[in-house]
């Protein structure tokens, strides 16, 4: 298991991206894990207490041969999580359902612990 800690930034996100790109650089299924990995952690930014003053979130990533487990812990809820839109063409509120379409698995397994399990499509090239 690999570990970044971040500051609960909007500009974290290129960081925990950076990080996964590297971790993941030529899996197939690279760009999708990245691409789930950022909106888990912009949702921590924006909807945890990491997003507070002097608030941080922790990136965590499991890389096996074949898949890989990416955590994101932040500093607990402000509200209770809620998908806030499905619509086609809404700015906001589609970043759950991304995750859940790109990966094999994904959810919380509470005070503020958010993962997803995702196959990498082969070796690396």
């Known amino acids: 298991m690999t570990v970044l800690v971040l500051p609960g930034r909007p500009e974290s996100g290129s960081a925990a991206r ?9 899996y197939p299924a690279a760009s999708d894990a990245v691409l789930c990995l950022d909106e888990m952690v912009a949702n921590a930014v924006q909807h945890s207490r990491s997003g507070l003053p002097g608030g941080t979130l922790e990136v965590r990533l499991t890389v096996t041969a074949a898949s890989v487990l990416a955590e994101v812990l932040d500093e607990g ?15 906001r509120g589609r970043g759950l359902v991304l995750v859940e379409a ?6 919380s397994a509470g005070n503020g612990l958010w993962w997803f399990w995702l ?7």
């Open 119 to 125: 196959p990498l499509g082969g070796d690396p090239e």
């Open 18 to 26: 950076e990080f996964a790109s590297k971790a993941l650089a030529g």
């Open 77 to 91: 809820p402000l509200g209770v999580p809620a998908v806030t839109s499905r619509e086609t063409f809404a700015e």
């Open 102 to 107: 790109l990966t094999r698995a994904w959810g």
